[in-house]
């Protein structure tokens, strides 16, 4: 009889392009999350939790081919005995989501409709050094108003939010644009409804901070050799047709008016490209009247984003500061939020313009942003440990417990096999405990608990003497109704 193969086990990986977060990382996350979230809530936002699986019709961007929706979205098809059920799949950002609970609650919302959201989102993209499929993002958006005060506010809150969190000012920037100062520009240029050339267009102004000046010219006409010596074919415009373009990404200026002046001779006789423009103006005018100045938020032409469903303002959260790479070059951050203006996505639900505008803050950028700048991912602070030196008083280490919870110090029981005490000093190391709690017999029949520093056991450990350390003890012994006390004396020493 031939041997019954047993089954393999399964590996224990994450599936490609997937992380696990633990304690630290965790509470980093939920720490700057309920900042933010409490600067949203300050400007009269609300909170909206919406499912994480929509339909792959309701999220619109990706459609279902033959087998499974297009590259982009996880997604699955409902069991159908007719093979007709629905195609499901995971949010791919926050923003779809709140035009279909929008066209869905209406009748029940207030209009303008004013909401965050906080959650991960996932896509189906291929992963790479610090690119995942699964990522949080931070949203906040007004939806039913067509007024540039709303653009405005959503500006200023991201500049507070940025403060909030611990980037200083001086250390970012939030600059601001209009897609439709940009149409009015491709419309100068006499591409009509080439989309394919307005694409190619936009594709190349996205690089000008790369390229520069002269290299965004020598792309849209002949093609340019790059770094690497590899020549790129350019998008085959005229020099006259492009023009404009170049005309538009040089027309910012050391203050706002010629900036506005500038542009005005970017997109020339175009009525799109003069009302963005005066959209602009109105947006830097409601800043200025709330003391938002151009250290804090800017006007910037060269800001594009790639997302077709922008119509009007645009803005991006961009941290100045340098940086080393992997390689040890200087560089800066970059950019850390975007959004803007998207007029037409609730109108692929009810049939008619709604307009909309909200931004969207990368949250696993902005945690990297704010460890470059040392406001996170210090030492996490584990639990005070009371270790157990005998398993029968068990009732006892659990009331010493109590007593310091009920004190709002976070604490616990060891839990592991106490055989080897000093097992349980390696497990309190391990979770970074700033205090061991002991109690033997002795102890117990003389009323007293030693109480271990062990932060500062392990800076004496690391070059005190003899001589010094028998000078700064950190071991100390106190009467068991002072053990709280004695804790909170060594905790808030040890922050100090």
Known sequence: ??????????????????????????????????????????????????????????????LPDVDRPNEGVFAWQEFDENDKGDWMALRYDLTAPLARV???????????????????????????????????????????????????????????????????????????NNRKVMNGVLEVMGLGDDQAARDNVLRTIDKFDKVGEQGVRELLTKGRLDASGAYIDGV??????????????????????????????????????????AELEQIAEL???????ADRIEIDPSIVRGLGYYTGPVYEAELTF????????????????????????VKRFTGQAVPATGVSIGVDRLLAALREKGRMGGRSVGPVVVTVMDKGRMADYQAMVADLRNAGIRAEVYLGNPKNFGNQLKYADKRNSPIAV?????????????????????KIAES??????????????????DLVAKVREILEGQEN
């Open 1 to 62: 009889m031939a041997k019954v193969k047993k089954a393999p086990r399964p590996k224990a990986e994450t599936p490609k392009g997937f992380r696990d977060y633990f304690g630290a990382e965790v509470t980093e996350r939920s720490h700057m999350l309920q900042q933010i979230a409490g600067v949203y809530h300050h400007y009269g936002f609300e909170a909206l939790e919406s499912s994480a699986v929509e339909t792959v019709e309701a999220l619109g961007k990706f």
């Open 102 to 176: 929008y066209a869905q609650h209406r009748n029940d919302l207030p209009t303008p409709y004013r909401r965050y959201a906080m959650g991960p989102v996932w896509r189906n993209e291929k992963p790479g050094p610090g690119r995942y499929r699964q990522f949080y993002q931070c949203d906040a958006d007004t939806v039913g108003t067509a007024s540039m005060a709303a653009d405005a506010e959503i500006c200023a809150m991201l500049s507070d939010t940025l403060e909030t969190v611990g980037i200083p000012r001086g250390d970012y920037l939030v600059r601001v």
């Open 236 to 277: 085959g415009l005229s020099a006259d047709q492009a023009e404009p373009v170049i005309a538009f990404l040089t027309s910012k200026a050391s203050d706002v008016a010629k900036t506005f002046e500038n542009l005005r001779g970017a997109v020339g006789a175009s009525s799109v490209g003069a009302e963005g423009i």
């Open 287 to 293: 800043l200025e009247a709330g003391g938002y100045g």
């Open 322 to 345: 340098e940086i080393f790479d992997e390689k040890g070059r200087k560089r800066q951050f970059g950019s850390v939020s975007g959004g803007g203006r998207y007029d037409d996505l």
């Open 438 to 458: 002991i109690e033997g017999g002795d102890e117990k029949d003389r009323g007293v608990v030693q109480i271990k520093d062990l932060i500062l056991g392990a």
């Open 464 to 481: 005190a003497t003899l001589e010094e350390w028998k000078e700064r003890p950190s071991q100390f012994e106190v009467p068991r109704s």
